[in-house]
């Protein structure tokens, strides 16, 4: 329960005037909103807690009973939601939501999707002046000022993901969680999952969720990204399977690290579809099942990393096709048979790590191979 400061305290003597706000409107004839934007969080709560008082008369008892009943049955029930959603609004997205516990009717306000547009829209720092949710289409938002509502993204309340996603990341090409110097050390999710509502964010080329304690599966609505390049979701605790999606939608994907999960399932063969990538890594997992043999419409694939997984079979002949290889890590699997002889068509690989498949036969010699 949010506890208010004007709840406690020596009796004030209230007069028909309110505490604050209609003095400043009435006496001043200022618009409160100019100023209420420029006080920290406190006096904003401090602010809210003597209106509230106000409009329950000064009568403590009756306003702390409204609280903790959640319900408000004082004249604070006849506040248009107008006004206590105008005063709200000014307070910081992170901060806003702990009101939603005062009562059910706060609670229906504050997760509605109006108010979470509103709320946003006076928070969100753009990278042009003066520019409102109306404008998304017209600026980028990529201002470092706005890291700490993207850390917080996937904890906040589904109506907020959604207005975040789809009205204040629309030109925005990159949404990564590492600073500068490419640590993630702040990041703490608390094991949240992978918000559905990222897939609105259509315009994105750079998604980087890497260490980021995230669990759950990879939501299919990652798909509809359909200018994403680079998609890092490596040392996570994911699990489930790749979803197909990834593999239909992403067409200009040009590197996917899953590595570092608990992913499992087959690598499904529209992997195929991927010929822009350049870059496979789904080391350290649980994936299982032969590799497709569309695997080798990957031509500018350079590096792959698949070992220490659960695959069987057969290499496919088709891995000679990837003539743009460089990287090949298959160790630690299962697989069987005849090493592919259309491995020496590679002529741009380095380096291929076939060991610990113990019914592996080796009939070629190529001198970057370990087996």
């Not at 822009?276 to 350079?302: D, S, Y």
């Not at 496919?316 to 002889?341: A, W, Y």
Request: glycine share 4%; charged share 20%.
């Amino acid at each position: 329960m949010v506890v208010f400061d004007a709840l406690c305290g020596p009796p004030i003597n209230w007069t028909t005037e309110p505490p604050i706000f209609p003095l400043l409107h009435h006496h001043f004839r200022i618009d409160f909103h100019f100023y209420f934007f420029f006080l920290s969080d406190f006096s904003k709560y401090l602010c809210i807690s003597w209106y509230l008082l106000w409009q329950c008369g000064g009568n403590r008892r009756e306003l702390r009973t409204a609280f903790e009943m959640q319900l408000f049955t004082s004249p604070l029930s006849s506040t248009p939601s107008e006004i206590l959603s105008q005063i709200l609004s000014w307070i910081h997205p992170l901060s806003v939501l702990q009101y939603a516990r005062v009562s059910r009717r706060f609670e229906a306000m504050i997760f509605s999707k109006a108010f979470a547009m509103v709320n946003l829209d006076r928070f969100v720092v753009k990278t042009a002046a003066n520019l409102s949710f109306n404008d998304v289409e017209s600026f980028c938002v990529t201002d470092l000022r706005n890291r700490e509502l993207d850390v917080a993204l996937f904890r906040m309340p589904v109506t907020y993901q959604h207005v975040y996603c789809t009205h204040f990341m629309k030109g925005r090409l990159e949404y990564s969680l590492f600073d500068d110097h490419g640590s993630n050390a702040e990041m703490v999710f608390h094991f949240s999952a992978i918000s559905l509502e990222l897939g609105y964010a259509n315009t994105l080329r750079v998604v980087s969720l890497a260490d980021c304690r995230l669990m759950g599966t990879i939501p299919h609505e990652l798909g509809r990204l359909i200018n994403l390049e680079n998609l890092n979701l490596n040392d996570n605790a994911l699990a489930g399977e790749l979803p197909d999606s990834l593999f239909s939608g992403l067409t200009k994907l040009k590197e996917l690290d899953v590595s570092g999960n608990f992913l499992s399932g087959p690598l499904h063969e529209s992997i195929g579809n991927l010929e822009l990538l350049e870059r496979l890594l789904c080391h350290n997992n649980r994936f299982e099942g032969p590799l497709p043999a569309t695997i080798g419409q990957l031509t500018q694939l350079r590096d792959f990393y698949a070992h220490n997984n659960r695959f069987f079979g057969t290499i496919p002949e088709t891995v000679g096709d990837m003539e743009s290889l460089v990287q090949l890590h298959l160790d630690n699997n299962s697989f069987c048979g005849v090493i592919p002889r259309e491995l020496l068509n590679l002529k741009h690989l380095s380096e291929a790590d076939l060991r610990a498949n113990n019914q592996l036969t080796c009939t070629i010699y190529l001198p970057c191979l370990r087996w």
